[in-house]
Protein backbone atom coordinates (compact mmCIF):
# COMPACT_ATOMS: atom_id res chain seq x y z
CA UNK A 1 0.00 0.00 0.00
CA UNK A 2 2.96 2.44 0.54
CA UNK A 3 4.82 1.65 -2.68
CA UNK A 4 1.47 2.47 -4.36
CA UNK A 5 1.11 5.92 -2.38
CA UNK A 6 4.93 6.26 -3.14
CA UNK A 7 4.43 5.64 -7.14
CA UNK A 8 1.44 7.91 -6.90
CA UNK A 9 3.59 11.18 -4.89
CA UNK A 10 6.28 10.86 -7.42
CA UNK A 11 4.27 10.68 -10.70
CA UNK A 12 2.34 13.64 -9.24
CA UNK A 13 5.84 15.17 -8.72
CA UNK A 14 6.59 14.57 -12.60
CA UNK A 15 3.43 15.69 -13.65
CA UNK A 16 3.99 19.10 -11.85
CA UNK A 17 7.41 19.49 -13.06
CA UNK A 18 6.26 19.06 -16.50
CA UNK A 19 3.54 21.20 -16.21
CA UNK A 20 5.42 23.86 -15.09
CA UNK A 21 7.99 23.55 -17.58
CA UNK A 22 5.28 24.04 -20.14
CA UNK A 23 4.11 27.12 -18.54
CA UNK A 24 7.98 28.57 -18.49
CA UNK A 25 8.27 27.11 -22.01
CA UNK A 26 5.35 29.20 -22.92
CA UNK A 27 6.27 32.43 -21.67
CA UNK A 28 9.40 32.34 -22.99
CA UNK A 29 7.78 31.94 -26.55
CA UNK A 30 5.04 34.20 -25.80
CA UNK A 31 8.07 36.91 -25.01
CA UNK A 32 9.85 36.28 -28.29
CA UNK A 33 6.68 36.42 -30.32
CA UNK A 34 5.95 40.11 -28.48
CA UNK A 35 9.42 41.16 -29.52
CA UNK A 36 8.87 40.15 -33.04
CA UNK A 37 5.66 41.70 -33.68
CA UNK A 38 7.25 45.01 -32.52
CA UNK A 39 10.13 44.48 -34.41
CA UNK A 40 8.31 43.43 -37.59
CA UNK A 41 7.29 46.64 -38.47
CA UNK A 42 10.99 47.78 -38.62
CA UNK A 43 12.59 45.13 -40.05
CA UNK A 44 13.75 46.87 -43.21
CA UNK A 45 15.75 49.70 -41.20
CA UNK A 46 16.85 47.10 -38.61
CA UNK A 47 18.58 45.40 -42.28
CA UNK A 48 20.09 48.37 -43.01
CA UNK A 49 21.75 49.15 -39.44
CA UNK A 50 22.69 45.74 -39.76
CA UNK A 51 24.20 46.52 -43.43
CA UNK A 52 25.96 49.62 -42.37
CA UNK A 53 29.27 48.25 -41.77
CA UNK A 54 29.34 47.09 -45.38
CA UNK A 55 27.70 49.61 -47.21
CA UNK A 56 29.91 52.33 -46.07
CA UNK A 57 32.66 50.81 -48.23
CA UNK A 58 30.77 49.81 -51.10
CA UNK A 59 32.05 51.38 -54.24
CA UNK A 60 29.62 55.06 -55.05
CA UNK A 61 26.66 54.03 -56.76
CA UNK A 62 26.66 50.33 -55.79
CA UNK A 63 24.39 48.13 -54.06
CA UNK A 64 23.37 44.99 -52.08
CA UNK A 65 21.61 42.82 -54.38
CA UNK A 66 19.11 39.76 -53.60
CA UNK A 67 19.38 36.74 -55.92
CA UNK A 68 15.82 35.07 -55.25
CA UNK A 69 12.70 36.26 -55.84
CA UNK A 70 11.07 36.45 -52.17
CA UNK A 71 14.45 37.55 -50.29
CA UNK A 72 13.72 41.11 -49.81
CA UNK A 73 11.27 39.91 -47.65
CA UNK A 74 12.40 36.88 -45.90
CA UNK A 75 15.70 38.49 -45.08
CA UNK A 76 14.38 40.80 -43.25
CA UNK A 77 11.88 38.62 -41.52
CA UNK A 78 14.52 36.13 -40.74
CA UNK A 79 16.52 39.16 -39.35
CA UNK A 80 13.74 40.22 -37.17
CA UNK A 81 13.03 36.82 -35.72
CA UNK A 82 16.70 36.27 -34.93
CA UNK A 83 16.70 39.97 -33.24
CA UNK A 84 13.68 38.95 -31.07
CA UNK A 85 15.46 35.72 -29.91
CA UNK A 86 18.67 37.53 -29.62
CA UNK A 87 17.27 40.44 -27.01
CA UNK A 88 15.02 38.13 -25.46
CA UNK A 89 18.17 35.99 -24.05
CA UNK A 90 17.96 37.50 -20.57
CA UNK A 91 14.19 36.92 -20.09
CA UNK A 92 15.11 33.42 -21.46
CA UNK A 93 17.88 32.71 -19.10
CA UNK A 94 15.62 33.61 -16.40
CA UNK A 95 13.30 31.03 -16.68
CA UNK A 96 15.50 28.69 -17.42
CA UNK A 97 16.95 30.04 -13.89
CA UNK A 98 13.77 29.94 -12.06
CA UNK A 99 12.61 26.41 -13.46
CA UNK A 100 16.32 24.90 -12.39
CA UNK A 101 16.73 26.79 -9.21
CA UNK A 102 14.54 24.88 -6.76
CA UNK A 103 16.77 21.80 -7.73
CA UNK A 104 19.98 23.46 -6.64
CA UNK A 105 21.98 23.82 -3.65
CA UNK A 106 22.39 27.36 -1.66
CA UNK A 107 26.13 27.60 -2.83
CA UNK A 108 25.27 26.19 -6.16
CA UNK A 109 23.02 28.86 -6.57
CA UNK A 110 25.47 31.57 -5.20
CA UNK A 111 27.74 30.27 -8.24
CA UNK A 112 24.86 30.11 -11.03
CA UNK A 113 23.47 33.68 -10.84
CA UNK A 114 26.33 35.44 -11.30
CA UNK A 115 27.82 33.00 -13.81
CA UNK A 116 24.41 33.35 -15.77
CA UNK A 117 24.80 37.32 -15.58
CA UNK A 118 28.00 37.23 -16.89
CA UNK A 119 27.83 34.49 -19.57
CA UNK A 120 24.89 36.91 -21.07
CA UNK A 121 26.77 39.81 -20.80
CA UNK A 122 29.92 38.71 -22.19
CA UNK A 123 27.62 37.18 -25.32
CA UNK A 124 26.73 40.62 -26.07
CA UNK A 125 30.33 41.86 -25.82
CA UNK A 126 31.60 39.54 -28.26
CA UNK A 127 28.57 40.35 -30.43
CA UNK A 128 29.35 44.50 -29.66
CA UNK A 129 33.19 43.41 -30.64
CA UNK A 130 32.51 42.04 -33.88
CA UNK A 131 30.02 44.84 -35.41
CA UNK A 132 31.71 48.07 -34.03
CA UNK A 133 35.41 46.49 -34.33
CA UNK A 134 35.47 43.50 -36.44
CA UNK A 135 33.60 44.42 -38.89
CA UNK A 136 34.61 47.99 -40.28
CA UNK A 137 38.58 46.22 -40.76
CA UNK A 138 37.25 42.85 -42.54
CA UNK A 139 34.75 45.02 -44.77
CA UNK A 140 37.64 47.55 -46.05
CA UNK A 141 39.83 44.73 -46.41
CA UNK A 142 37.64 42.98 -48.83
CA UNK A 143 36.74 45.68 -50.80
CA UNK A 144 39.72 46.77 -51.57
CA UNK A 145 41.17 43.69 -52.54
CA UNK A 146 38.68 42.88 -54.82
CA UNK A 147 40.46 42.84 -58.29
CA UNK A 148 40.17 45.75 -60.40
CA UNK A 149 36.88 45.27 -62.82
CA UNK A 150 34.90 43.68 -60.22
CA UNK A 151 31.82 45.17 -58.62
CA UNK A 152 31.16 43.87 -55.44
CA UNK A 153 27.64 43.91 -55.05
CA UNK A 154 26.75 41.22 -52.04
CA UNK A 155 23.44 39.14 -51.89
CA UNK A 156 21.76 40.43 -48.64
CA UNK A 157 20.77 36.18 -47.96
CA UNK A 158 24.70 35.75 -47.74
CA UNK A 159 25.32 38.50 -46.17
CA UNK A 160 22.90 38.08 -42.99
CA UNK A 161 24.76 34.37 -42.92
CA UNK A 162 28.09 35.60 -42.47
CA UNK A 163 26.97 38.51 -39.94
CA UNK A 164 25.15 35.54 -38.16
CA UNK A 165 28.13 33.41 -38.18
CA UNK A 166 30.10 35.90 -37.05
CA UNK A 167 27.82 36.91 -34.42
CA UNK A 168 28.15 33.77 -32.75
CA UNK A 169 31.72 32.82 -33.57
CA UNK A 170 32.58 36.16 -31.42
CA UNK A 171 29.66 35.53 -28.72
CA UNK A 172 30.70 31.98 -27.66
CA UNK A 173 34.40 33.31 -27.87
CA UNK A 174 33.85 35.58 -25.51
CA UNK A 175 32.53 32.90 -23.19
CA UNK A 176 35.88 31.89 -22.44
CA UNK A 177 35.93 32.92 -19.34
CA UNK A 178 33.06 31.76 -17.91
CA UNK A 179 34.04 28.29 -19.13
CA UNK A 180 37.44 28.81 -17.32
CA UNK A 181 36.17 29.50 -14.15
CA UNK A 182 33.38 26.16 -14.35
CA UNK A 183 36.56 23.98 -15.12
CA UNK A 184 37.85 25.35 -12.10
CA UNK A 185 34.74 25.19 -9.51
CA UNK A 186 34.33 21.43 -10.87
CA UNK A 187 37.60 20.66 -10.44
CA UNK A 188 38.27 19.44 -13.73
CA UNK A 189 41.72 21.78 -13.50
CA UNK A 190 43.42 24.02 -11.75
CA UNK A 191 44.61 27.50 -12.47
CA UNK A 192 48.39 26.43 -12.08
CA UNK A 193 47.84 23.98 -14.72
CA UNK A 194 45.93 26.49 -16.76
CA UNK A 195 49.16 28.76 -16.54
CA UNK A 196 51.10 25.79 -18.08
CA UNK A 197 49.06 25.02 -20.62
CA UNK A 198 49.26 28.71 -21.92
CA UNK A 199 50.98 28.40 -24.97
CA UNK A 200 48.85 25.78 -26.21
CA UNK A 201 46.03 28.18 -25.40
CA UNK A 202 47.37 30.50 -27.37
CA UNK A 203 48.24 28.38 -30.96
CA UNK A 204 44.26 26.71 -30.07
CA UNK A 205 42.63 30.42 -30.35
CA UNK A 206 44.35 31.14 -33.59
CA UNK A 207 43.35 27.93 -34.70
CA UNK A 208 39.70 28.26 -33.50
CA UNK A 209 39.74 31.53 -35.15
CA UNK A 210 40.63 30.22 -38.47
CA UNK A 211 37.53 27.93 -38.50
CA UNK A 212 34.91 30.22 -37.09
CA UNK A 213 36.35 33.63 -39.24
CA UNK A 214 36.48 34.10 -43.00
CA UNK A 215 39.69 32.96 -44.39
CA UNK A 216 41.51 36.30 -43.90
CA UNK A 217 44.58 37.13 -41.33
CA UNK A 218 42.62 40.05 -39.91
CA UNK A 219 39.42 38.52 -38.34
CA UNK A 220 41.56 35.50 -37.90
CA UNK A 221 43.32 37.55 -35.28
CA UNK A 222 40.68 39.93 -34.04
CA UNK A 223 38.87 36.79 -32.85
CA UNK A 224 42.36 34.81 -31.33
CA UNK A 225 43.78 37.82 -29.32
CA UNK A 226 40.50 38.36 -27.12
CA UNK A 227 40.13 34.68 -26.92
CA UNK A 228 43.24 34.37 -25.25
CA UNK A 229 43.04 37.65 -23.30
CA UNK A 230 39.55 36.34 -21.50
CA UNK A 231 41.44 33.30 -21.22
CA UNK A 232 43.68 34.99 -18.66
CA UNK A 233 41.25 37.10 -16.95
CA UNK A 234 39.31 33.83 -16.43
CA UNK A 235 42.30 32.29 -14.60
CA UNK A 236 42.77 35.38 -12.77
CA UNK A 237 38.86 35.02 -11.05
CA UNK A 238 39.18 31.96 -10.82
CA UNK A 239 41.94 32.07 -8.18
CA UNK A 240 39.88 34.48 -6.35
CA UNK A 241 36.73 32.08 -6.72
CA UNK A 242 38.88 28.78 -5.62
CA UNK A 243 40.40 31.27 -2.69
CA UNK A 244 37.19 32.78 -1.47
CA UNK A 245 35.81 29.21 -1.81
CA UNK A 246 38.71 27.69 0.39
CA UNK A 247 38.13 30.57 3.26
CA UNK A 248 34.38 29.97 3.14
CA UNK A 249 35.00 26.14 3.60
CA UNK A 250 37.29 26.49 6.45
CA UNK A 251 35.36 29.20 8.25
CA UNK A 252 32.52 26.30 8.21
CA UNK A 253 34.31 23.65 9.43
CA UNK A 254 35.60 26.01 12.24
CA UNK A 255 32.16 26.85 12.76
CA UNK A 256 30.81 23.36 12.65
CA UNK A 257 33.98 22.44 14.88
CA UNK A 258 32.98 25.40 17.70
CA UNK A 259 29.10 23.90 17.70
CA UNK A 260 30.42 19.96 18.25
CA UNK A 261 32.59 21.23 21.20
CA UNK A 262 29.79 23.71 22.34
CA UNK A 263 26.95 20.23 22.16
CA UNK A 264 30.05 18.44 24.06
CA UNK A 265 30.48 20.65 26.93
CA UNK A 266 26.43 20.69 27.12
CA UNK A 267 26.25 16.85 27.30
CA UNK A 268 28.73 16.74 29.93
CA UNK A 269 27.09 19.46 32.02
CA UNK A 270 24.24 17.64 31.51
CA UNK A 271 25.27 14.34 32.04
CA UNK A 272 26.80 15.78 35.53
CA UNK A 273 23.80 17.23 36.81
CA UNK A 274 21.42 13.85 35.78
CA UNK A 275 24.17 11.66 37.90
CA UNK A 276 23.81 14.16 40.96
CA UNK A 277 20.30 14.14 40.68
CA UNK A 278 20.60 10.17 40.82
CA UNK A 279 22.66 9.80 43.67
CA UNK A 280 21.59 13.31 45.93
CA UNK A 281 23.25 16.14 46.04
CA UNK A 282 26.34 16.17 48.60
CA UNK A 283 26.71 18.50 51.53
CA UNK A 284 29.99 17.79 53.69
CA UNK A 285 28.40 19.77 56.67
CA UNK A 286 25.14 17.65 56.63
CA UNK A 287 26.98 14.24 55.76
CA UNK A 288 28.88 14.70 58.87
CA UNK A 289 26.17 15.52 61.14
CA UNK A 290 24.05 12.94 59.86
CA UNK A 291 27.13 10.44 60.73
CA UNK A 292 27.31 11.97 64.25
CA UNK A 293 23.99 11.62 65.28
CA UNK A 294 24.03 7.89 63.75
CA UNK A 295 27.18 7.08 65.87
CA UNK A 296 25.31 8.30 69.06
CA UNK A 297 21.76 6.21 68.19
CA UNK A 298 24.32 3.21 68.53
CA UNK A 299 25.89 4.12 71.66
CA UNK A 300 22.26 4.84 73.41
CA UNK A 301 21.43 1.11 72.12
CA UNK A 302 24.40 -0.40 73.20
CA UNK A 303 23.95 0.93 76.59
CA UNK A 304 20.49 0.16 76.72
Known sequence: MASNDDSVHEEQGFLS??????????????AVALLFIVLFGFRDDIYTWLAEPLSRFLPEGTEMIAYEVASPFFIPFK??????????????LYQIWAFVAPGLYTHEKRLAAPLLASSTL????????AYYVVFPLVFK?????APEGVQVSPDIARYLDFVITIFFAFGIAFEVPVATVLLVITGVTTPEKLRKARPYVFVGAFVIGMFLTPPDIISQTLLALPMWLLFEVGILFSERIKVRTREAVDARDQMQESEANTDQLEQASAGSKTANVAGGYRNSLTDFEEEIDDDSNDKNRNSE
Open 17 to 30: HLIELRDRMLKMVL
Open 79 to 92: LALMLSVFLAIPYL
Open 122 to 129: LFYLGVAF
Open 141 to 145: FFINV
